[in-house]
């Protein structure tokens, strides 16, 4: 049974860089895309950007300037750097495991709020 | 870039009632889209991918179809559980893209 743990700082200030961490146990990296997703309070998902194990990735380009994300297969581990937040990046954060189109796997999500 | 139009924006029913929900594409997709169900509080659950292959463990009353631009979900009987938003998704050229969802509420 794959299960995605999350953990991260929760609360920024305005200008800070938010990182996210990503493990996945019962399962490995290799053979699937891996995205993180966000939804700010009430609001619909939006797609950040994805990874494979070889550490490809792809960004919405509208936050491609602001993102990385990077892989540790030694860890089992994928991570999201966004730099720069500010309160409209204040959001539910979610990292999801994909086959050729769909998210089969989601973790549990962590609430960053920016805010000074 | 790919857009998907979900509606309606909110479907008001009653337990045991039938719901259909529509998803658009802005060009044809295929079968290539996924659904997912949102309980408050709860990361989305995928129910549908590839237009209308139920995921594990999916109950047989959540049901997808259509191709190419135009895409429903249904839910035979409404049960408490169901109470919940829906979001349709697609993926191509390394772009994942959400339609706003749909919301369903007990009326």
């Known amino acids: 049974q794959v299960q995605l743990q999350q953990w991260g700082a929760g609360l920024l200030k305005p200008s800070e860089t938010l990182s996210l961490t990503c493990a996945v146990h019962g399962g490995s990296l290799g053979g699937y895309y891996w995205s993180w997703i966000r939804q700010p309070p009430g609001k619909g998902l939006e797609w950040i950007g994805e990874i494979i194990h070889s550490g490809d990735s792809h960004y919405n380009a509208s936050l491609d300037t602001r993102v990385t994300m990077s892989v540790d297969t030694s860890k089992n581990q994928i991570s999201l750097r966004l730099r720069s937040v500010t309160a409209a990046d204040t959001a539910v954060y979610y990292c999801?495991?994909?086959?050729?189109?769909?998210?089969?796997?989601w973790g549990p999500g962590i609430l960053v709020s920016v805010s000074s | 870039e790919i857009v998907l139009t979900q509606s309606p924006a909110t479907l008001s029913l009653s337990p045991g009632e039938g719901a259909t929900l529509s998803c658009g594409a802005s060009q044809s997709i295929g079968n290539y889209l996924a659904w997912y169900q949102q309980r408050p509080g709860q990361a989305p659950r995928l129910l549908i991918y590839?237009?209308?292959s139920r995921a594990t463990g999916i109950p047989a009353r959540f049901g997808g179809s259509g191709s190419g631009t135009y895409f429903t979900l249904t839910i035979s009987s409404l049960k408490p559980e169901d109470f919940a938003i829906y979001y349709c998704?697609?993926?191509?050229?390394?772009?994942?893209?959400f339609g706003g969802g749909t919301k369903v509420e007990i009326k």
């Open positions: 999801a495991r994909g086959q050729v189109v769909e998210l089969e796997y």
């Open positions: 590839d237009a209308s």
């Open positions: 998704q697609h993926r191509s050229n390394w772009r994942l893209t």
